[in-house]
């Protein structure tokens, strides 16, 4: 059984590629067949996070369009065999797909891949409305300030309205030093608000930047960010992973130090 | 800003979260301002026919309120209406 998988968010910048790149290869690492679909057509970025775009032929518009047959226009990973890419078009707008032609591609997919990851673009417009078209469920990524809840909510607003069956939240760059201060809300508080499940909260994390910066996901290593994603790939696959304590580790001295301070 | 104040000051991250609460509120709501401001001229129409108001500072606004059958809270209109005289009442 294939499940279809569309990471959104509304607001830009949150780290829907970063998630759809780190959690793609998560599943690939426990052996699953996954293919990820950038659907941000005119504003393609999956490519280079994958560290991919040297690779690319054809896209996801090609397809749709006739112009090539799908497995042409599949971009096998670096690492993993098991892990594909279509990529999507540079030049092209948002209006060369409609939600039809998705679900049919969709469709065609689920006979050779375990899970089929689509990364939405921000907004809730046509871009938005492809990517969710033919979803099984949803990983919505927010961050713990304002405006990027207020935009998930409205996402899970129409993700509900559009009758998506499942529908979990990431938590993303969380801040474990602001939220002790208590100048960051807490991840159960932006639960509590959302009135969803969580999938998993990503710390923030400057490995995030390195492994763009070098095109290689960083899920399964050792740092924060790598054990949280690769926590949430085994939570999608139907494991029960119990959640991270991200509370940043400490030294033998700080923690001497914490004792004596208590007293 | 005293010295008081900065032991009064809340967290921010408390402010962002009683912020988004209400936000969410009317956002979810989906109440346009052309909505409310359909509503608050009915309210005024209604209320008018049995006192006098000040329909200048006649506030409405969609928030929250606790349960009272469930723990937890659910959305409420709140009208603050300034009444200016009570006469039309008396006369009925």
């Known amino acids: ?263 | 800003m005293g010295l008081m104040d900065l032991f009064k000051k809340k967290n921010s991250g408390d402010v962002a979260k009683d912020r988004l609460k209400l936000l969410l509120v009317s956002d979810r709501a989906n109440c346009s301002p052309e909505m409310m401001e359909m509503i608050k001229n009915d309210i005024i129409e209604v209320i008018s026919k049995y006192m006098d108001i000040d329909t200048d500072s006649l506030n409405i606004q969609i928030t929250e309120t606790e349960s009272d059958s469930n723990n937890g809270t659910v959305p409420a209109l709140y009208a603050n209406i300034p009444i200016k005289d009570m006469k039309h009442r008396q006369q009925r």
């Open chain 1, 1 to 263: 059984m294939s499940e279809v998988i569309v990471i959104t968010s509304g607001k830009g910048g949150v780290g829907k590629t970063t998630t759809t790149a780190n959690v793609g290869t998560g599943l690939a690492q426990l052996n699953k067949k996954v293919i990820m679909i950038d659907t941000d057509i005119g504003l393609r970025n999956l490519d280079v996070v994958m560290g991919l775009e040297n690779r690319i032929v054809y896209n996801l518009v090609d397809v749709i369009e006739g112009k090539c047959r799908i497995k042409q226009a599949l971009i096998k990973d670096k690492k993993y065999q098991d892990l594909c890419l279509l990529p999507s078009a540079q030049t092209r707008d948002k209006d060369s797909v409609t939600p039809e032609q998705m679900v049919a591609l969709i469709e065609e997919l689920r006979q050779d891949f375990d899970y089929i990851l689509l990364d939405c673009p921000a907004g809730i417009e046509q871009g938005f409305k492809n990517a969710i078209a033919g979803a099984d469920r949803a990983l919505v990524v927010t961050t713990p300030e304002v405006s990027a809840i207020r935009d998930a909510d409205r996402i899970i607003g129409l993700l509900e309205s559009n009758e998506m069956k499942k529908i979990d939240l990431v938590v993303n760059r969380v801040r474990m030093d602001m939220v002790k201060r208590g100048d960051m809300m807490k991840v159960a508080d932006v639960c509590d608000i959302l009135a969803v499940n969580l999938i998993g909260a990503v710390p923030d994390d400057e490995q995030i930047v390195i492994s763009t910066n070098q095109g290689e996901p960083l899920v399964g290593s050792s740092c924060p960010a790598g054990q949280a994603y690769a926590n949430i790939s085994r939570r999608i696959a139907g494991e029960e992973v119990p959640f991270l304590d991200l509370e940043e580790k400490q030294g033998v001295f700080s923690k001497l130090k914490g004792l004596f301070s208590k007293n």
